[in-house]
């Protein structure tokens, strides 16, 4: 008895919709089109009116609608750039393969891509959009070339995709469209949050004048320069040398460079050691409220000890240990973000290779300070601020795998 064949259906689907999806070609369902560049010695041929793309100005933006240069009507009939309709969607076809995005308003690109023309009644635009992982996948894997690896318009015709009539297509589209759209505000939320940040760093602390730009209500006298060594009990180097022998698969967390940035201890990278090696270092243990710093690489990214990393082992790390009051480290870790004090540490940096910066210099290093409260008063905001950010960034990497769960379940 003859097996039936398998239905093509999604593993979720809204509701109305019974109809087995089927599987295309892209040339079947979309004209591909190459691009174009008219001569850039003959001025008539440019500064016109007709959007011209080239690859760089693809990535960042789904809908497009104005390039970085134009050409004219001149150029486009001495050349092979095609004017494209508005929804076609265009696709990188060289040195950064499967990059998309989709005319806004018509337009013409050079030679770096292969551009997509939907057939109105067969495939919508966004939904092909939708399926860029794919592509970009198809693209890379069958590109071909010696010197750099490129995808031609006929290979690209073969991608095969599997379609639901096009109102069922729209339907999804449109929820992935609100998908995308609610994760750009949300993103623009966050640089917004960041700009606010970037802004307080440059203004809230003092410099020679012994004074900020910005300040609390209620705080006027000038501050005070000190050096880190008289504001810290212990300041040092943690372990360096080679630790990879005492690597385990699990054991005690292990505080590298990698794990610092932005102000903060990431888990993204994680090393842990035995325990034999981590008691050698009892004497160099990290406590609560300390501040660590990146030694080499990129030098004078900061963070502060939580309470989640307190007894931590450490390499290739200056340590400031033992605070002599609250709000030093936190403090100290925000200024260390500002422009002025990473200018201050890439000059005590050394090294041509590989910069890096000593601890001896460290402890000489001069900061301003104002009286412990306002020291709080500035902790406490910044603090604050990065929670939010913190918490913004969460946001965005929740919605990101929930539209990544959608695409899973919503197409075939």
Same mark, same amino acid.
């Given at each position: ?42 001025? *008539? $041929? ?9 690859? #760089? ?7 497009? @609608? ?8 001149? +150029? ?19 040195? +950064?393969? &499967?990059?998309?995005?989709?005319? +806004? ?47 031609? +318009?006929?290979?690209? *015709? ?6 639901? /009539? ?39 602390? *003092? ?30 180097? *943690? ?7 005492? $690597? ?9 460079? =990698?794990?610092? /940035? ?11 050691? @035995? =325990? ?22 990129? #030098? &004078? ?7 989640? $990393? ?22 100290? =870790? ?17 090294? =041509? ?22 020291? /709080? ?36």
């Amino acid at each position: 008895m003859d097996k039936k064949p398998e239905k093509l259906v999604p593993e979720v689907r809204f509701k109305g919709f019974t109809d087995d999806w089927e599987q295309h070609k892209l040339g079947g369902v979309a004209k591909i089109i190459g691009g174009g560049t008219p001569n850039t010695k003959i001025p *008539a $041929y440019w500064n016109g009116t007709i959007n011209w793309y080239t690859p #760089v100005e693809i990535g960042k933006k789904i809908y497009i @609608n104005e390039s970085q240069r134009k050409i004219t009507l001149d +150029g486009l009939k001495h050349s092979s750039a095609k004017l494209l309709p508005k929804n076609s969607v265009l696709f990188t076809s060289r040195a +950064g393969i &499967g990059k998309m995005a989709i005319l +806004g308003e018509e337009a013409t690109t050079n030679q770096g891509f292969q551009s997509i023309i939907p057939i109105a009644k067969e495939l919508d635009s966004y939904f092909l959009f939708s399926l860029s992982n794919q592509l970009k996948y198809y693209g890379e894997t069958h590109g071909a070339g010696s010197t750099f690896t490129e995808i031609s +318009g006929k290979e690209l *015709a073969k991608f095969k995709l599997i379609l639901p /009539k096009l109102n069922e297509q729209k339907i999804i589209s449109k929820l992935i469209m609100m998908m995308d759209k609610l994760i750009s505000l949300q993103q623009r939320k966050l640089e917004f949050l960041k700009e606010i940040k970037k802004g307080l760093l440059q203004k809230m602390f *003092a410099d020679k004048s012994k004074f900020p730009i910005l300040r609390f209500e209620g705080f006027h006298n000038e501050w005070e320069q000190r050096k880190l060594k008289n504001v810290y009990q212990k300041i040092g180097n *943690a372990f360096v040398g080679t630790a990879s022998p005492y $690597y385990v698969d699990a054991g005690h967390f292990y505080l590298e460079s =990698n794990n610092i /940035k932005n102000g903060q201890i990431n888990r993204n990278h994680e090393v842990f050691i @035995n =325990n034999s090696f981590y008691q050698k270092q009892s004497n160099k243990l990290l406590h609560t409220g300390d501040l660590v710093m990146v030694q080499s690489g990129h #030098v &004078g990214d900061t963070a502060v000890i939580t309470q989640e $990393y307190n007894n931590s082992a450490a390499h290739a790390l200056i340590m400031f240990r033992n605070p002599k009051d609250k709000f030093l480290s936190d403090y100290l =870790n925000f200024y260390f973000q500002n422009t002025s004090a990473k200018n201050k540490i890439n000059v005590l940096a050394i090294g =041509n290779t590989i910069r890096h910066v000593l601890a001896s210099d460290m402890s000489r290093f001069s900061v301003y300070f104002p009286n412990k409260d306002e020291r /709080k008063y500035i902790s406490n905001l910044l603090l604050k601020l990065q929670y939010t950010i913190t918490l913004q960034q969460s946001k965005i990497s929740q919605l990101t795998i929930l539209k990544k769960y959608l695409l899973q379940k919503l197409f075939i």
